[in-house]
């Protein structure tokens, strides 16, 4: 039986987020494209978060994390991440002079571990899935007394991730458009969008066939263990939706989809080819599920899809 849960985050908690982080983050643009440039069923706008420092919308969460929590200790911050949060992370540090030690999956590509370690962070490489680089992280933090910056688990981290969608709505009126497709992972992304609306849009969760905790635990009506594999792994590769992002999609996430590798490529391709954006797997996987038929969307839906991330070799995608 399906168990009520109160959101834990608000769109107060996103406003408070957005003045905390103001002037640390980048307003990202919109670009409105017609059906025809990327043989889509409709008209788009897409946000390009994907143009955010360190290229992903990571910072946002990161920051208002750190921020909230006031005072940080010599410690420092402690991450597990597949590389985009790792970024963000020791992005974040290097802006406020903390130290940041980072663990990585050895699933995650070597480009991303090298960014973080070009921010200034220690980075280590754990064997497996993210999984298994967030079980370590947790224990070494339970050591050093370093705070620990979950890259979703976390209602600051959630709220901060919202303030994308309080800024969409002083780029776009605000019945400007009907639906957003998001890519989601843990869920915090995804969750801090649903927040900021609480029911006002249609919040559609994209996620890979491969690994789709968000589709399982609407099904299951809770978050569960989910396998994970496949070409966005390194980004949208949790193992169980996270309990404060499920607290927000419950109530306010009645849509999602999954897409196949197939799908994702060809939407990094389609980007490449069309707009000349170099897009990683998972910064595509919003517009894959339009793309391929897995979102049907109505003649006159209006449709916002986020683009979120830009981390990879730009070979795999222009080659």
């Known amino acids: 039986m399906t168990v009520a849960v109160t ?11 957005a003045q905390r982080i103001a002037g640390r983050v980048r307003v990202t643009p919109i670009m409105r494209v017609a059906a025809s440039e ?3 069923p409709v008209d788009v706008t897409l946000k390009l978060e994907l143009l955010q420092h360190v290229g992903s919308f990571k910072p946002r969460g990161a920051f208002n994390r750190v921020l909230a929590a006031g005072p940080i200790s ?3 911050l402690i991450a597990a991440s597949g590389g985009n949060h790792g970024a963000a992370v020791a992005f974040v540090a290097r802006a406020l002079g903390l130290r940041a030690e980072i663990f990585v999956p050895s ?15 220690t980075v280590h490489v754990i064997d497996g899935l993210y999984d298994d680089a967030q079980a370590v992280a947790t224990e070494q933090q339970a050591k050093t007394g370093a705070l620990l910056v979950h890259p979703f688990e976390h209602p600051d981290i959630v709220a901060g991730q919202g303030t994308m ?12 458009f009907d639906t957003m497709l998001v ?18 849009k249609r919040i559609v969760s994209v996620e890979p066939i491969t690994s789709q905790c968000l589709n399982a635990a609407r099904l299951a009506g809770e978050p569960v263990e989910v396998t994970v594999a496949g070409l966005a792994s390194d980004s949208l590769g949790a193992r169980r939706l996270g309990a404060v992002a499920w607290s927000v999609v ?24 069309r707009l000349r954006l170099i ?20 003649a006159s839906e209006r449709i916002v899809v986020v683009v979120c991330g830009a981390n990879c070799d730009p070979a795999t995608v222009t080659g």
Do not use: C
Not at 7 to 17: E, G, M
Not at 107 to 121: E, F, H, V
Not at 183 to 200: C, K, L
Not at 282 to 298: D, F, I, K, Q, R
């Open 7 to 17: 959101p834990a985050v608000s769109p107060n908690d996103i406003r408070a987020a």
């Open 38 to 40: 990327l043989d889509l």
């Open 74 to 76: 010599a410690a420092g």
């Open 107 to 121: 699933s995650s590509p070597p480009m991303k571990r090298d960014r973080i370690a070009a921010l200034g962070a």
């Open 165 to 176: 969608s309080y800024e969409l709505e002083t780029q776009m009126s605000p019945d400007g």
């Open 183 to 200: 890519a989601t992972g843990g869920g915090g992304f995804t969750a801090g969008q649903a927040a900021w609306f609480e029911g006002r």
């Open 250 to 273: 419950h109530p306010y996430v009645a849509h999602s989809v999954t897409v196949d590798d197939n799908a994702i490529r060809a939407a990094q391709r389609l980007l490449w080819d």
């Open 279 to 298: 897009v990683e797997p998972g910064g595509a996987t919003a517009l894959a599920a339009l793309h391929s038929g897995a979102y049907v969307p109505e």
